[in-house]
DNA sequence: AAAAATATGTCAGCCTTGTTGACTTATTTT
DNA sequence: AAAATAAGTCAACAAGGCTGACATATTTTT
């Protein structure tokens, strides 16, 4: 079988049509896993990790969220969020009380600590941020952020909607 | 101190300058959520997990990849990479191949059955990205793209230059 | 009033996937 | 010949998911 010297012998692997769209799948990959690492570094120095920040985020985000709320959000079971929830509250970081409607209910609140730190893991991801809208063009934004918003499920849309002072 | 009636207590959880881009911050949240759920339906019901879904994403984007490199790409260690390539090996996604110029290394390749695998896991994130760039306007896909990559760390982002037609 | 449903908490144990540290083997470089 | 490198392996540990079972307080339904 005669081939030119220098095609090669498996081909680009999927560039055409019914090719999934790699590009923007590793790039996915790859923002998310740095995005997620600057936070990472605060969290370890105070013996937290990440199950740590996404709780702490959405208290803080929406402060009030009962535990059934949060569960939602996070996707968890009430197990997995117990151990760190617990964890949160020992340390003064978020305080329950019980809800003024419901008894049955805990409403989740931050404390100055949990919202200091709060922010203190915003920042760098914000900076991250603020410098990549920079470089690709402050005036995609609104793009962007319907890029990301139309990659969740249709159903968990309202979920972000009934988030405080947000898209 | 006074007050007007409506003004709230506490304000708007920061809205102003200073404040961390939260809705972009919780939009990658929730979409990488909802991105890697679909394939993690798939790898459930042969027994494989996210682990496995990334080795063989990469090897299958690379052909001929190292050991080395492929560690590099995911930033974890060996002994983490070694516990899931060798089911992909034992279970034929995967081939392994002496490296042709130095013998010491080991080059890793996808079998037919790995790229059929590769490709069931990328087909449903393709087609989320797909609707979602329908949906935010397929004229931003460049946008999106630059935002992404300039999201990554730059020191790392010659690596995704090195994966082959990656823009 | 009693029964059922609901919100939360808790105990116990399992799995995946990350980690560190120590050490081996084959091969290449110095 | 010695040192460095690429890869593999054993052992132990931790974080953070999971399931199942069950307890308690409170609210809703009957």
Same mark, same amino acid.
């Given at each position: 079988?005669? @081939?030119?010297?220098?095609?090669?012998?498996?081909?680009?692997?999927?560039?055409?049509? !019914?090719?999934? !769209?790699?590009?923007?799948?590793?790039?996915?990959? *790859?923002?998310?896993?740095?995005?997620?690492?600057?936070?990472?570094?605060?969290?370890?120095?105070?013996? *937290?990790?990440?199950?740590?920040?996404?709780?702490?985020? *959405?208290?803080?985000?929406?402060?009030?969220?009962?535990?059934?709320?949060?569960?939602?959000?996070?996707?968890?079971?009430?197990?997995?969020?117990? @151990?760190?929830?617990?964890?949160?509250?020992?340390?003064?970081?978020?305080?329950?009380?019980?809800?003024?409607? !419901?008894?049955?209910?805990?409403?989740?609140?931050?404390?100055?600590?949990? @919202?200091?730190?709060?922010?203190?893991?915003?920042?760098?991801?914000?900076?991250?941020?603020?410098?990549?809208?920079?470089?690709?063009?402050?005036?995609?934004?609104?793009?962007?952020?319907?890029?990301?918003?139309?990659?969740?499920?249709?159903?968990?849309?309202?979920?972000? !909607?009934?988030?405080?002072?947000?898209?």
């Amino acid at each position: 079988m005669k @081939r030119t010297k220098d095609a090669p012998l498996i081909t680009k692997a999927l560039s055409n049509e !019914d090719a999934p !769209d790699l590009n923007i799948i590793e790039l996915l990959f *790859f923002a998310y896993r740095d995005f997620t690492a600057d936070p990472d570094l605060i969290l370890e120095k105070i013996g *937290f990790g990440r199950a740590h920040h996404r709780v702490l985020y *959405f208290i803080n985000r929406k402060p009030g969220m009962t535990v059934a709320e949060l569960l939602d959000v996070l996707k968890i079971t009430k197990q997995s969020l117990a @151990r760190v929830l617990k964890q949160l509250i020992d340390t003064e970081h978020v305080v329950q009380v019980t809800g003024p409607r !419901d008894r049955r209910q805990r409403e989740l609140y931050p404390t100055a600590k949990g @919202r200091e730190l709060a922010l203190a893991l915003a920042l760098p991801q914000s900076g991250r941020i603020a410098r990549a809208l920079e470089e690709s063009g402050p005036e995609n934004r609104a793009a962007i952020e319907h890029f990301l918003k139309a990659m969740v499920n249709p159903d968990q849309r309202a979920q972000i !909607d009934s988030l405080p002072a947000a898209g």
